[in-house]
């Protein structure tokens, strides 16, 4: 079960959801713009996500349990907070951002809501494929000008 945005906010303290993620919620931050970095365990998540930099709100967890893969991470106030987990023994992940409607429309959030998906399903990326062209001329080269030079 994955649980994201407004749906973890709305969880009471005395959930027995909060307790199977690993995740305590704490404090909720004012909106600014997030920088997030992949955490210990979500390198492939982060992999092909380019430069998502949402303005939002989030929970600053009070307590996370040792257990508990720490897939994005926010650094806030000379730390880092997760903010995307999965919790493998209960089956239970939590993703406290997507609370605002223009996070929630971003296709680049979407793309990062389904790569947690695949991580917590067990489905890996298949290495990068590279393309080339062979036996291409280069078209920026220009030969130098002939003949006796003119002022």
Known sequence: MLL????????????????????VPGRTTPPYELRLQAGPQGGAIMARSGDF?????????????????????????????PVCTWRPETGLGMFTLGTGAGVLG???????VGRWL????????????????LGTPPRHHRSPPRGPRRN
Do not use: F
């Open 4 to 23: 994201a945005g407004p749906t973890v906010r709305a969880l009471p303290a005395e959930s027995p959801l909060v307790d199977a993620s690993g995740l």
């Open 53 to 81: 930099r949402p303005r939002e709100s989030w929970v600053i967890p009070e307590k996370v349990a040792d257990d508990v893969e720490r897939l994005l991470l926010i650094r806030h106030e000379m730390n880092e907070y």
């Open 106 to 112: 971003d296709p680049a959030y979407h793309r990062l």
């Open 118 to 133: 695949r991580h917590c399903l067990g489905v890996h990326d298949a290495p990068p494929v590279g393309v080339g062209l």
